[in-house]
């Protein structure tokens, strides 16, 4: 039976019953990193053809191959565990694998088998499924945005969606034997999990847990990719061997309470450090087969795998060394040895509002007396703008505007202030805004702006709001004032989303940005300030 009855392929089974190739076996062979139908097409043996394999009269034949490519060739994750509730219970932490009555070795047995056969001479895809294609459509896709759901991605491993840093972990609390974990696999301290972060493996809406003490000694792991690398193309084999095979080959099983056993890092709890694995391979070589009695056409692949231990110590400084713009995001999820303690304090903090005053950069005291104006904010620094949008941007303008001084004593906009308590980047805890050129008129037309509303919600480059051109930013008051160590990146006009967007020091920086009508960003507490004059 091909394997694409049992992969996401089921839906996509090419064959075509009129083909007039009759050559049953191999009809096409080549080797390297990539699949298409040129090379497909380039490669079959003489006496069959494109046009006689596939009948192109419901869909062409470059989409047929291409499925081929992506959902036959390469082992699919269900035929390694067996079907797909299995896979969807193992990563989310149960299913016979975990906790069955059976002995273990029973359970076991297919996927050892598979190492031993396949699992170090063969393409893994990622995990997909033709039960979830349907599903996702509906709850993924959007007008604007079909292509949003249009795959059959389980939610732990949803690249379309999720997996913004290309990485995933698993962590493990115990083993089969009741040894302990290996040697040569490290164990850590887990700080805390908002479980709103993979609801549909713990099957809770929202609400979060801590991890304050200690607790059962925990193993994590994970990987990382290059999006277009060969870490890219191996990827599904990486997951394999961090996953399914570390369970067979060592006994290792359960998640850490309310959370996945396996998933993107975003979903995954906040944890001090993770070992770090790669899968790598040579050319693959990919073979497809044709039965002339049926016209079915099948696929497969051989290829070297090496599956190891990366270069660098950890996870972290795996993930630094290949995304360097990844690393204040990856800090947020690896803490480091040592860092729960702080990482707990702060995430009370902002959960809670338990302002302490025992963060070395945060909840800052900023008043009037210090010079600066209090305009509008949320979180632990709450004030709403007025209502009256233009009364709000007026006494947001005239503050501006009050004539700060220079060194030179020569007046110059007043600068504008955010400084936020829970961004997750120590580069946007306090930014300067200053204003190069004139603020356009309020209004809502064609070169008007509502000006407090781009700081607020909109953070939109037109009318005159552009880096270095119209305003600069900078992250010290002394370097805003001296005109040195400014930013060099920065985007816009993203609707709903305000200062700064992704603007950065030296890259763009995501999740940092505040919004009073939208979501997602980090900036839920924070305070906008305009610099006085009376002390500028």
């Excluded at 190739?21 to 497909?40: D, Q, W």
């Excluded at 008043?367 to 209502?387: C, M, N, S, Y």
Aim: glycine fraction near 8%; charge should be negative; include cysteine.
């Amino acid at each position: 039976m091909s394997k694409a009855t049992t992969s996401l392929a089921i839906a996509l089974l090419v064959h075509n019953a009129n083909s007039q190739c009759t050559t049953s076996g191999t009809i096409s062979t080549f080797s390297g990193k990539e699949c298409n139908r040129a090379l497909f097409e380039a490669n079959l043996v003489d006496g069959c053809t494109v046009a006689d394999l596939f009948d192109t009269t419901t869909v062409d034949a470059d989409t047929k191959i291409a499925d081929l490519c992506k959902y036959d060739a390469p082992v699919q994750f269900v035929e390694i565990n067996g079907y797909y509730q299995l896979d969807k219970r193992y990563f989310n932490g149960g299913g016979p694998l975990i906790d069955s009555a059976e002995p273990f070795g029973v359970e076991a047995g297919r996927i050892l088998r598979f190492d031993a056969n396949s699992g170090g001479n063969t393409l893994i895809g990622w995990p997909e499924y033709a039960a979830l294609v349907g599903y996702n459509a509906q709850e993924l896709s959007t007008e604007e945005n079909p292509e949003l759901g249009d795959h059959g991605y389980p939610p732990n491993f949803d690249i379309v969606n999720s997996c913004d840093l290309n990485t995933v972990m698993c962590c493990f609390i115990d083993d089969v034997a009741d040894t302990g974990f290996a040697a040569e696999d490290s164990t850590t301290d887990v700080c805390r999990h908002d479980l709103l972060n993979s609801p549909k493996a713990n099957h809770i809406k929202d609400g979060w847990s801590v991890f304050p003490n200690a607790e059962t000694s925990t193993h994590c792991v994970g990987f990382t990719w290059e999006d277009g690398a060969d870490s890219d193309l191996f990827k599904g084999n990486a997951l394999y061997d961090i996953s399914l095979r570390n369970t067979a080959n060592k006994g290792y099983i359960k998640s850490i309470p309310g959370a996945p056993l396996c998933g993107c890092i975003e979903q995954m709890p906040i944890v001090e450090k993770a070992d770090c694995r790669t899968a790598t391979g040579g050319d693959i070589t990919f073979t497809f087969t044709h039965d002339a009695e049926t016209g079915e056409v099948t696929a497969s692949n051989v290829v070297d795998v090496t599956y190891a231990d990366c270069a660098e110590a950890d996870l972290a400084a795996h993930i630094k060394a290949t995304h360097p713009t990844f690393a204040d995001a990856i800090d947020l999820h690896l803490v480091g040895d040592g860092g729960c303690a702080a990482d707990l304090t702060t995430y009370l903090n902002d959960e809670q509002f338990l302002v302490a005053g025992t963060h070395a950069t945060k909840y800052k005291s900023i008043t009037e007396a210090d010079g600066w104006k209090f305009v509008a904010g949320e979180g632990i620094r709450f004030l709403p703008p007025k209502i009256d949008a233009e009364a709000a941007d007026a006494e947001f303008r005239a503050l501006i505007n009050a004539g700060c001084k220079d060194d030179g004593d020569v007046d110059r906009p007043c600068l504008i202030r955010r400084f936020c308590d829970s961004c997750s980047s120590e580069t946007h805890r306090d930014i300067y805004y200053k204003r190069l050129t004139p603020i356009p008129e309020f209004g809502e037309a064609e070169g008007q702006v509502y000006f407090l509303d781009l700081f607020l919600n909109n953070w939109n480059s037109q009318p005159a709001n552009v880096l270095n051109t119209d305003f600069e930013l900078y992250s010290t008051y002394e370097d805003a004032i001296a005109g040195t160590n400014g930013w060099k990146k920065c985007n816009y006009n993203d609707a709903g989303v305000g200062f700064p967007r992704d603007c950065g020091p030296e890259w763009n920086i995501g999740s940092q940005w505040n919004s009073y009508i939208r979501d997602g960003a980090s900036a839920n507490n924070h305070g906008f300030y305009v610099e006085l004059a009376s002390t500028a």
